[in-house]
Structures are given as C-alpha cells and as structure tokens.
C-alpha cells in the first residue's frame, strides 16, 4: 500500500528543506527519506529533512537530516523555518517559542504582521570555543587565527561551534575562493575528528560580511544560520567586525548580534515554498 507524507518546502535565506509535521504523521527511516526526498532530480529538492515533533522539554522539537542522510545538530535557518510552520499552520498562537534541538533548547522570537511571520529572531546560544568540544583536533583554549594546510595552500582559520563544528576562513577576495574544490578536503581533513561545516568569509567592512558555505553532509548551499552566527563570531575573535554586522550569503542577508551577555541572536526570513505529498 502506499503510505503518502505531507510536506511542505520551505526556506530561509536560500537554505531550503523538507518540513513533514511528526506530530500527526508517523515518519520511518528519516535517513533515508531524506536522502530520497533531498535529491534535486528524481526528489523534491532540497538540503536536507526537518520532522517536526511534539516535545516534553519546550513547545516543539526539530530533528534534521543533512541531504546525504546524516542527522545535524541544529541549523538557524530550519529553526526560522520551523516557527513559521507552526504558527502559520495552527499550532500554537505563541509567539515566542521554546525550540527543542539536538543542540539545546532554542528561544525563537516571531515577528507576525496580518497573521504571517515575516521574520523569526533566534537567540543561537552561547559559541562553544574549546578545541575538544567543538571538536577539533589542536591544543590550547581556543582555535583563532591557526593554520590549515588544504590542497597544499596554507589558510588561517578560527573554529567555533555553535551546536555544530564550524572552521572560518578569511579570504582577501570571496570571488577569487573554489568553494567547490577546497570544501570537502576541507570538511574532511583529518584535523575534524567529526567532519566540519567550513566558512570562507571576505570581510567588507566592520558591520558587513560576505560569506560562502561548505556544509558538512550537503555541500554548498545558499545560506547557513550557525555558520553565519559563527563567521560574526570568528569575525569578532580577531578584531574584524563589531558584534554586530550583516552576514551576506548567497541566499540573502542574516542579521548576527553576539550580545555582551555572551549570546548569538539571529534575525532573518522565513518562506513556504511549497506545499505537497510524497508517495512512498
């Protein structure tokens, strides 16, 4: 018989997944569903699964699946997402909302005009900057302005987590970078013991980020909320930016503050693409 899976496709700042409501539809397999549903030619289309669920610890809770079926931590632009889907579907009248994660509880700050959320502000969290809890295999208390060899060129880079591993490089010119080519050596080099989310980022001016994204188990792809929250991060660490700036992305812009009480918050958009059933 066969079993149909309502979804619906949504994206924020060009980071587009897969939203199926788990809390009234029964998902198997999530891996590979994912991958299944992730494909851009015989699939839906998109950088990975969201399940939304019920939750004993906050309001709802998100599981995501990168497109080659691995499970992530966590992600800004799904959590964006997900405040959307539930308060424009009916599942809360709330607008500031407790987000379960793999990561750890997530305040999400819905921003409601004429009954639609036209943004979502989420407070990410304090970055992680110990070596061994990102983790990445150097010494010390912090990982800031270290070299990395990929492709026998040398790069600085500085690795925060903010839930997930994350290794930013800063580059003189953004459109001079093979995104394509230094990406998965450097996802997987051997000093990120579980693979890594890696930033190129061209600082434009001390409120102003241009950004490219490598994401660990998807690729490139337009846009990535912890990435950006930890590029402003990095940014910060070395003296580049103020704690507050622009992130552009591919996809659109993220507005990142790394609040003097040590917190990151996000602000940015939130679209339904699609609605749809998938017939397994």
Known sequence: MTNKIRFTKMQGAGNDYVYIDA???????????????????????????VLILPSDKADFRMRMFNADGSEAQMCGNASRCVGKYVYEHGLTTQKTLLLETAS???????????????????????????????????PGERVVDMPITVAGEEYRMTCVSMGNPHAVL?????????????????????????????????????????????ERGAGETLACGTGACATLVAAVLNGLTQRQ????????????????????????????????????
Do not use: Y
Request: hydrophobic content about 45%.
């Open 104 to 138: 750890g509880i997530k305040v999400l700050d819905l921003h409601v005009s004429d009954g639609k959320v036209s943004r979502v502000s989420v407070d990410m969290g304090v970055p992680v900057l110990e070596p061994a809890a990102i983790p990445v295999n150097l």
């Open 23 to 49: 809390t009234v539809q029964d998902v198997s397999h999530p891996e590979r569903l994912a991958v299944e549903m992730s494909d851009r030619h015989f699939g839906v289309g998109s950088d990975g699964l």
């Open 245 to 280: 700036a622009k992130l552009r992305l591919l996809g659109g812009d993220l507005d990142i503050a790394w609040r003097e009480d040590g917190r990151v918050c996000m602000t940015g958009g939130a679209e339904t693409v699609f609605d749809g059933v998938w017939l397994r």
């Open 170 to 214: 800063f580059v003189p010119s953004l459109d001079a970078v093979d995104v394509h080519g230094l990406g998965p050596l450097a996802e997987h080099h051997a000093l990120f013991p579980e693979r890594c989310n890696i930033e190129f980022a061209e600082i434009v001016s001390p409120t102003e980020i241009r950004m490219r994204v490598w």
